[in-house]
């Protein structure tokens, strides 16, 4: 029981990053109609800047606090020189911008920061005794924390899309950024500002995930993570903040018990169990399971 | 606005909203107009356009609130809102029904009381009446006809129903592959025999 419960609570922790950056996909997806495949590679660079914060002696949560700015501006301005420039052309040639991104990210982190691993250190307490007890199961500080960022962040884009008049102009733009320009809504200050949100939501991602990652800050961190992340986004639709979250989480469950329970799927195989579930996904359900159709009237 | 289908009502109607890029001048009140839509609208421009495009996935009051995006005055927004609720009293009552899920005629009004939500001093309605039924489209006629008549709204409406245009119109614009072809009074119109029978057919 309680190893099921640890197992449990591994899953969820994972899951909660994968979610993370999934919510950061799905942000510039019902904006731009773009999988962002540079996100993944965005995270692990505004991570880099976070760590090396940290080696200058600056506080923690002055590096995050620090990293979000610098995701924000950097997704921002990704939007704005690079992707709205080819945007007009086609879709291919935004998704080839992406991947030159991901690449481009990945190569200038290693170029300033060397390739070798790096010790992110945690802003939660994560020491050996930081623990909780459940039922047996021991819960670390460092996985409430995770859980906490990602009710938080829930919380916080609620409010930002319910309440206020950048999040209503951000839903017309997706709705139909044709009609929301019409209605007056800037439409270009609204992509780059979804951009900049993805980015900043990706940069917390990664700083929270990889104090907990096994291969700890190296330029190969965010590679299965941003594919269990996509697979999370597919699984909600692409277009659903609620599924992009419900998805992260079932996919880090489901990891987390195939590793454990099923002895023949050994950790290297949980990427393929993530894929496995997008494909299944696809082919029952190909909008995702909550993928909106949209209700059209002609 | 009258014209045959493929005069180039729609074309005019998106080049003065920014919708497509044009050369020579447009302009309002003597001063030209921004290229851009969102500036259009800032300078008091608003189109209705064909087809309506309101915001399917959006509840009638989120349409109408981003209506007023260009605007700063939060209380005088919501005095519209109501305003524009009760003028069109389905918009009142599924107000919190999304836009997608209204009647082809509900989703007119939507989108014509989105449009005055930005407090335009010219409303652009390209073929308003598309797919209503007739007594739909008089009370809507009539109602713009009242918008007009209190707020000094001045209206470009494209209609293909001559007759009903020439009711409300204080002049008629003829267009004709491009070019106006005829233009002036309802009166006017009507006393041209050859105007008559080639563009009005009786
Ligand atoms: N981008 C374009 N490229 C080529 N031709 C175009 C383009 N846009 C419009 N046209 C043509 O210009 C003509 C005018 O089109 P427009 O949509 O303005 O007509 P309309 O007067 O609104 O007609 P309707 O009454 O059918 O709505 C049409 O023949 C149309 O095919
Ligand atoms: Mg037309």
């Given amino acids: ?298 | 606005m009258l014209g045959a289908n493929g005069a180039g009502k729609t074309t005019t109607m998106q080049a003065i909203a920014g919708l497509m890029s044009w050369r020579g001048s447009i302009e309002l009140d003597g001063r030209p107009l921004p290229r851009r839509p969102e500036q259009v609208v800032r300078s008091g421009v608003s189109l209705v356009p064909q087809g309506r495009g309101t915001l399917g996935a959006l509840t009638v009051l989120e349409n109408l609130r981003v209506g007023a995006a260009v605007r700063t005055d939060a209380a005088g927004v919501s005095a519209d809102i109501d305003r524009w609720c009760e003028v069109f009293p389905v918009l009142g009552r599924r107000s919190r029904q999304t836009a997608g899920t209204l009647s082809g005629g509900e989703q007119q009004m939507l989108a014509v009381a989105r449009a005055l939500m930005s407090r335009p001093r010219l409303l652009l309605c390209d073929e308003p009446s598309l797919g209503l039924a007739p007594i739909v489209v008089q009370e809507l006629f009539a109602t713009l006809a009242r918008i007009n008549e209190t707020d000094g709204t001045a209206m470009l409406i494209v209609e293909q129903n001559a007759e009903l245009a020439m009711d409300l119109a204080s002049t008629v614009y003829l267009l004709d592959v491009g070019t106006i072809a005829a233009s002036g009074t309802p009166a006017d119109f009507r006393a041209d025999d050859a105007v008559r029978t080639a563009y009005l057919g009786y």
Avoid: C
């Avoid at chain 1, 002696?57 to 002055?62: A, G, R, T, V």
């Avoid at chain 1, 052309?89 to 070798?116: C, H, P, Q, Y």
């Avoid at chain 1, 670390?140 to 102009?169: N, Q, S």
């Fill in chain 1, 1 to 298: 029981m309680d190893l099921f419960l640890e197992r449990l609570i591994s899953g969820l922790t994972n899951g909660s990053i994968y979610a993370l950056l999934a919510l950061a996909l799905v942000v510039v997806f019902r904006g731009t109609g773009t999988l962002n495949f540079a996100q993944g590679e965005l995270a692990l660079f505004t991570t880099f800047v976070a760590w090396w914060l940290t080696t200058q002696s600056l506080p923690i949560w002055f590096a995050i606090a620090a990293a979000l700015g610098v995701g924000f501006i950097m997704g921002a301005l990704i939007e704005r020189l690079l992707i709205r420039p080819v945007a007009k052309r086609n879709d291919m040639a935004v998704l080839i911008v992406a991947l030159g991104l991901f690449t481009g990210l990945n190569s200038l982190a290693g170029l300033l920061w060397g390739s070798e691993t790096k010790i992110m250190p945690s802003p939660f307490p994560n020491g050996e005794s930081d623990f909780i007890s459940i039922g047996g199961a021991r819960l670390y500080g460092d996985a409430l924390g995770v859980w906490g960022a990602l009710i938080g962040l829930m919380g916080l884009m609620t409010l930002l899309f319910r309440f206020t008049k950048v999040g209503l102009h951000m839903r017309a733009v997706a709705d139909n950024a044709t009609s929301a320009t019409l209605a007056g809504v800037r439409t270009s200050r609204i992509l780059a500002i979804g951009w900049g949100l993805s980015g900043a939501i990706g940069a917390l991602a990664g700083v929270l995930v990889t104090p907990l990652a096994p291969q700890q800050l190296s330029l190969t961190t965010m590679f299965s993570i941003f594919i269990a992340a996509s697979a999370a986004a597919l699984f909600g639709g692409l277009d659903s903040l609620v599924g992009a979250v419900v998805g992260g989480l079932v996919i880090g469950v489901l990891e987390a018990m195939l590793t454990g329970y099923v002895s023949v799927i050994g950790g290297s195989l949980q990427q393929t169990s993530a894929l496995l579930i997008i494909v299944v996904i696809l082919f029952a359900k190909p909008t995702g399971l909550f993928g909106t159709t949209k209700l059209v009237r002609v």
